[in-house]
């Protein structure tokens, strides 16, 4: 549907024609003004208005209608595409979704499409509206304010991100028995999936940004390349921390199965030590629960309690034994 719908001259906005052909004569007459249409999640019904009355490319239409696509920016003869991912992390149930907005950017005109609930669209309407210095420099302006608050928005997420790495390496290397050694090499591999999601959204962003921020980019005011480039180094920035947390992740997560093969021999050991004490005083049983006539000491007062003893001993010794080199 339409969210919003209105024409922007010398950075202020006016009231102008309902109608999409009007409205967009108008802002052309005038040489100073553009038109900004915001949709969210249309039909291809409602597009096909957009469309015509705009001239859009067919297959820039297709990648807006269906979604699902990699954030990108394309060149066209009467327009400039460019794809953007927002990100949502969920701290209650630790999980990192994507949205998509598409913005169409023309020579007097700004088509945004929408699709999910987290574009930070009305915000950056809201505060373009707010400074109308910035917004007098037309159609770029509004790239460029939609690009930088969806990269700031990066770098709040990869904060988050990283507190929540804190307290999961703690858990990780927290005091034996502390926890279910299953669910945390869990956790660490759902982390490292939202992980994955993040790099999703902001590694292929880098090649448009840097784009926007060189020159010969139709569309694009030449005086905006150095807010663009702004914009790439924030990404940069935000690329770094979600490959350091990806490096980090990895590094957790052969530190936990390290810990785990450790515990394990641990085990192995100390179910070693008390199988040979056992084995001592049932090879002892054993011998002496044979049914023979002539055995040593079998008519002896002595020979039980002596057996016994014996047994003991030998079940001590080892004990000890074991409990000096670690064993138990």
Same mark, same amino acid.
């Given at each position: 549907?339409?969210?919003?719908?209105?024409?922007?001259? %010398?950075?202020?906005?006016?009231?102008?024609?309902?109608?999409?052909?009007?409205?967009?004569?108008?802002?052309?007459?005038?040489?100073?003004?553009?038109?900004?249409?915001?949709? $969210?999640?249309?039909?291809?019904?409602?597009?096909?208005?957009?469309?015509?009355?705009?001239?859009? $490319?067919?297959?820039?239409?297709?990648?807006?209608?269906?979604?699902?696509?990699?954030?990108?920016?394309?060149?066209?003869?009467?327009?400039?595409?460019?794809?953007?991912?927002?990100?949502?992390? /969920?701290?209650?149930?630790?999980?990192?979704?994507?949205?998509?907005?598409?913005?169409?950017?023309?020579? +007097?005109?700004?088509?945004?499409?929408?699709?999910?609930?987290?574009?930070?669209?009305?915000?950056?309407?809201?505060?373009? /509206?707010?400074?109308? @210095?910035?917004?007098?420099?037309?159609?770029?302006?509004?790239?460029?304010?939609?690009?930088?608050?969806?990269? %700031?928005?990066?770098? %709040?997420?990869?904060? /988050?991100? @990283?507190?929540?790495?804190?307290?999961?390496?703690? /858990?990780?290397?927290?005091?034996?028995?502390?926890?279910?050694?299953?669910?945390?090499?869990?956790?660490?591999? !759902?982390?490292?999936?939202?992980?994955?999601?993040?790099?999703?959204?902001?590694?292929? &962003?880098?090649?448009?940004?840097?784009?926007?921020?060189?020159?010969?980019?139709?569309?694009?005011?030449?005086?905006?390349?150095?807010?663009?480039?702004?914009?790439?180094?924030?990404?940069?920035?935000?690329?770094? @921390?979600?490959?350091?947390?990806?490096?980090?992740? +990895?590094?957790?997560?052969?530190?936990?199965?390290?810990?785990?093969?450790?515990? @394990?021999?641990?085990?192995?050991?100390?179910?070693?030590?008390?199988?040979?004490?056992?084995?001592?005083? !049932?090879?002892?049983?054993?011998?002496?629960?044979?049914?023979?006539? $002539?055995?040593?000491?079998?008519?002896?007062?002595?020979?039980?309690?002596?057996?016994?003893?014996?047994?003991?001993?030998?079940?001590?010794? &080892? $004990?000890?034994?074991?409990?000096?080199?670690?064993?138990?």
């Amino acid at each position: 549907m339409i969210v919003d719908c209105a024409i922007y001259q %010398d950075g202020r906005r006016t009231d102008g024609p309902a109608d999409f052909s009007d409205a967009l004569d108008e802002a052309r007459k005038s040489g100073d003004a553009f038109l900004w249409i915001g949709l $969210h999640e249309p039909t291809e019904r409602e597009f096909d208005l957009v469309r015509h009355e705009f001239g859009l $490319h067919p297959l820039a239409i297709e990648d807006a209608l269906r979604a699902h696509q990699r954030p990108k920016l394309e060149v066209y003869d009467d327009s400039l595409f460019a794809v953007l991912k927002p990100v949502v992390y /969920e701290s209650s149930s630790d999980t990192v979704s994507t949205d998509e907005l598409m913005v169409f950017v023309g020579d +007097s005109f700004v088509v945004t499409v929408r699709h999910g609930d987290s574009a930070p669209l009305a915000d950056v309407r809201s505060r373009l /509206e707010a400074d109308p @210095q910035i917004l007098a420099h037309g159609p770029t302006a509004v790239l460029y304010a939609i690009s930088d608050a969806v990269v %700031d928005h990066y770098i %709040d997420v990869a904060g /988050e991100l @990283q507190v929540d790495l804190e307290e999961l390496e703690t /858990e990780v290397f927290a005091p034996s028995g502390s926890g279910d050694s299953s669910n945390t090499a869990a956790s660490i591999y !759902t982390f490292k999936r939202q992980v994955l999601e993040f790099r999703r959204a902001t590694g292929p &962003l880098t090649a448009p940004m840097t784009r926007l921020a060189g020159a010969g980019v139709p569309f694009v005011h030449q005086e905006a390349q150095p807010f663009f480039r702004d914009v790439a180094d924030h990404l940069t920035r935000v690329n770094e @921390q979600v490959e350091g947390l990806d490096r980090l992740l +990895s590094d957790i997560l052969s530190a936990h199965l390290a810990q785990m093969g450790v515990r @394990q021999n641990d085990d192995m050991r100390k179910i070693s030590a008390w199988a040979a004490m056992a084995a001592v005083p !049932t090879m002892v049983a054993g011998i002496y629960g044979m049914n023979f006539d $002539h055995m040593p000491e079998l008519h002896w007062a002595w020979t039980y309690p002596a057996v016994i003893l014996f047994m003991t001993l030998a079940v001590v010794g &080892l $004990h000890r034994q074991f409990k000096r080199r670690g064993w138990l």
